[in-house]
């Protein structure tokens, strides 16, 4: 090879030499960046709308609209709608998704928050809409988001409403028979699910009426004051809220307050009982003695007739002096005398050793407080021709039942005339 050719050779390396840097610099930061879109645009691959118009009606047809997407590497996912006026409703916000092998999708049913006073959610009216999905890498890296359009058409936009509303302002659970519950009243021009919550002053919840399908009429709702393993609540304001959705997702809400006072439950024991005398005639007196404790935490409504009353065995409570001792509903406690196989307590007496005139309300009803102890008499003339009459004492909490029952039992026995008897000379 001769000596120019060398030198040829020595320049072109040399050239070469030259350029070699920036050439490895630039494809270096070529393939970088091809990289690096590959990177991005596999965060978010794949993405496709099921439709590009929602008849949100609830007729079971083109309901919904379903976004599929793949995920390339961990991100959070955002989904807003925007209306053609620019107002944006976020549907989703920050799903954490990890790569899958199956695509994710989203449904939106064609409702959005709701925007007006008493309006929790509401289905989009007609018109145009874009979706936008964005993922979020968890890198730290740039997001990547996609859009798409669609309309909604034939949509139920119109929600429901709650008229009507009356609630029970202040009561005292306390089971005195006065004001012991709460009434919720309403009514529901259509159709709709229902459920009412309420929240104590710190925003616990109290759950009540939980999802419960009602149709398109007056409808009504007791609360006792309890919560749902029986407790009671405390005293306090409560704030009760009412939703009613309707079929396609509407959403419609009430709210107000509710004073609980003095909640509490009613519990009384006999302490003490005696039936005598154990061997009478016919036509003669037996007499009841029985003490009686309130060993609850509120004070026990009760009603006459008073103690020391007297009955016959041919008339009870609810038929003496017209009717006025009748049951007056729940929450009354009385001490009740009864005989041989039961007899609802036909005699009663009132929790009270003060007369009458001396009650909480004259004449109509007393109160035994919170561990206070009454001794309560009362008589029964005998005039059923039985030879043999088992009697015991109970206590009466009226509308409720019978919290104490056969105490005392005492065998009475009655001499009828002309009749053998074999009464043992005392009871057993």
Not at 6 to 27: D, G, K, V, Y
Not at 200 to 218: H, K, M, R, W, Y
Not at 369 to 376: H, K, L
Not at 408 to 415: M, P
């Amino acid at each position: 090879m001769s000596s120019a050719l060398r030198t040829s050779h020595t320049e072109l390396f040399n050239f070469m030499q030259l350029i070699r840097i920036p050439i490895s610099a630039a494809l270096a930061g070529l393939l970088l960046f091809i990289l690096s879109g590959c990177g991005s645009e596999a965060l978010l691959t794949n993405v496709t709308a099921s439709s590009d118009i929602i008849t949100p009606n609830g007729d079971g047809v083109t309901d919904e609209l379903a976004i599929s997407y793949t995920i390339g590497a961990p991100a959070k996912i955002s989904a807003v709608i925007e209306d053609s006026a620019g107002t944006r409703y976020p549907i989703r916000q920050q799903l954490q998704r990890v790569p899958s092998s199956e695509p994710y999708t989203l449904i939106f049913d064609g409702t959005v928050p709701g925007s007006g006073q008493g309006v929790r959610q509401r289905v989009l009216p007609d018109g145009s809409y874009t979706w936008t999905l964005e993922a979020m890498p968890d890198d730290g890296g740039s997001p990547m988001s996609q859009r798409g359009e669609f309309k909604v058409e034939n949509a139920a936009a119109t929600p429901p409403t709650i008229e009507d509303l009356s609630v029970t302002a202040e009561f005292s659970p306390n089971e005195d028979a006065v004001d012991d519950v709460a009434y919720f009243s309403y009514r529901l021009p259509v159709s709709a699910t229902t459920t009412i919550s309420l929240s104590d002053e710190q925003g616990a919840p109290i759950p009540f009426i939980s999802d419960l399908p009602e149709d398109a009429t007056v409808h009504s709702h007791i609360w006792d004051g309890k919560r749902t393993d029986g407790s009671l609540v405390d005293s306090g304001t409560y704030t009760y809220t009412i939703t009613a959705r309707d079929e396609v997702g509407n959403i419609v809400e009430r709210q107000g307050e509710i004073v609980v006072d003095n909640p509490g439950r009613s519990r009384a024991a006999i302490t003490f009982t005696h039936i005598a005398p154990v061997e009478v005639s016919l036509g003669s007196v037996i007499t009841m003695t029985a003490r009686i404790k309130n060993t609850g935490d509120v004070p026990i409504r009760t009603q006459g007739p008073p103690s020391g009353y007297q009955y016959t065995t041919n008339n009870s409570f609810s038929s003496i002096e017209d009717g006025q001792y009748a049951e007056k509903g729940g929450g009354f406690w009385r001490v009740g005398l009864d005989w041989g196989g039961g007899h609802g307590y036909p005699f009663r007496w009132a929790l009270s050793s003060r007369p009458p005139e001396q009650w909480a309300e004259p004449g109509k009803f007393d109160y035994l407080q919170p561990g206070e102890e009454v001794e309560v008499t009362g008589s029964v003339r005998i005039e059923q021709r039985e030879d043999r009459m088992q009697f015991y004492v109970g206590l009466v909490h009226e509308g409720v039942g019978y919290p104490v029952n056969n105490a005392g039992r005492t065998l009475i026995c009655v001499g009828i005339p002309h009749v053998e008897t074999k009464c043992p000379r005392h009871a057993p």
